[in-house]
């Protein structure tokens, strides 16, 4: 049944009323990724509304990839770890949101994260209506707020599903929840042409592999990432791929000497809408947790997720995927670096377990198959 304005309750239609919305994520861009399907519920809920997303230099470069995202403004929160501007940043931030006349924000945090530093930043402006979690009464810094009794342990809800709850509060419902991510035509082309300027076959099927990741407690030795992908090569016929950040090139360096059969290399290359374009026509996706894995969950590619036992509520939402790790005392420790000194949890991983996990996922043997990457309008779409 489809409601009218007096089935929705009063506070949801004030909700629904809003037609200026502001949506904050600070951090990365796996983390805003996880947030589209709650942003996507706002946007189907209030299709005429006005959509700003206010997140760091990393996260905000995903907007141009989600269509509910009308605009981006870029902010490195000084309270989210990484930032480093002065006050002055500060200033300009709250003069450019109060000449936006928001009349509306959700703030989105995960479990450990205060959002009461955002609220009082929107609070400042003049927002009237300002939603987020929150452990403590947060009074009038929040107009509506759901008390936040998460702890970081197993079997707590995903990333995903935290943030359509907190919509869903005020009356924000998801037709779908799957993860968004769009890129056009451009960017498969342009991708072609940097595959092959890299020695890449086009008609032959590929695997990407991703040796990067922001915290070294989540990465997995790139070597081993070399050795997995040079089995994986071997097994099924298809070319290695590696992608990865101008910051990542040495990494990827590392993991191609272990290889015989030729790997391509697209580090420092790629574009986000590029690298999407590349992971979606992949037979498969092998990464640490970052980015990428939830591109491959947002693009139907099956993936393999080295995944660290830093925090349990960000495996890949809702795919076709391996997710591999070695149990130790010290799960959910919450950090970027191993204080055990071990990273037992990833380093017990054998290489040969990621290519046996690739393997599994690739459907058809390709040994003897070549298909070309596709290229036109297919690739606007979510697979």
Not at 43 to 70: E, F
């Amino acid at each position: 049944m489809t409601l009218t304005a007096n089935h929705i309750a009063p506070r949801h239609q004030a909700w629904r009323d809003a037609r200026n919305i502001l949506v904050v994520r600070l951090d990365n861009l796996g983390d805003v990724l996880m947030t589209t399907p709650a942003i996507q519920a706002i946007k189907q809920s209030s299709p005429d509304a006005r959509i700003t997303l206010l997140s760091s230099r990393s996260g905000s470069a995903i907007a141009r990839h989600v269509p509910a995202l009308d605009n981006v403004i870029v902010y490195d929160a000084p309270w989210v770890k990484g930032s480093s501007h002065g006050n002055q940043g500060d200033r300009r931030m709250l003069a450019a949101l109060g000449r936006e006349n928001f009349d509306a924000v959700v703030i989105f945090t995960v479990c450990t994260q205060s959002a009461l530093p955002a609220a009082l930043l929107c609070r400042l402006v003049g927002i009237p209506l300002r939603l987020a979690y929150s452990r403590e009464n947060p009074h009038d810094l929040l107009t509506d707020w759901v008390p936040d009794q998460e702890v970081c342990n197993d079997g707590m809800r995903h990333e995903v599903a935290r943030q359509l709850d907190l919509v869903r509060s005020v009356g924000f419902h998801a037709s779908s929840e799957r993860l968004v991510f769009r890129y056009a035509a451009s960017d498969v082309l342009s991708m072609r042409r940097k595959f092959v300027g890299a020695g890449g076959d086009l008609m032959r099927p590929y695997i990407v592999v991703h040796p990067g990741a922001t915290s070294a407690s989540r990465r997995y030795p790139a070597e081993r990432f070399g050795v997995a992908a040079e089995r994986i090569c071997r097994d099924s016929g298809c070319q290695a791929v590696f992608s990865g950040g101008h910051d990542e090139q040495a990494l990827v360096a590392r993991a191609c000497a272990q290889m015989h059969e030729p790997a391509v290399s697209l580090a420092g290359q790629l574009t986000l809408g590029e690298l999407a374009a590349l992971i979606a026509s992949a037979q498969v996706t092998v990464c640490n947790n970052s980015g990428p894995a939830h591109m491959a969950a947002a693009l139907g590619t099956p993936v393999v997720v080295l995944y660290a036992l830093t925090h349990p509520q960000h495996t890949p939402w809702r795919a076709k995927a391996r997710v591999l790790n070695s149990d130790v005392p010290c799960r959910n420790c919450l950090k970027s670096v191993c204080t055990e000194r071990h990273h037992d949890c990833l380093m017990k991983v054998d290489a040969e377990d990621v290519a046996n996990a690739a393997m599994d996922l690739i459907e058809t043997p390709l040994a003897t198959r070549r298909t070309p990457i596709p290229a036109g309008s297919a690739f606007l779409s979510l697979r």
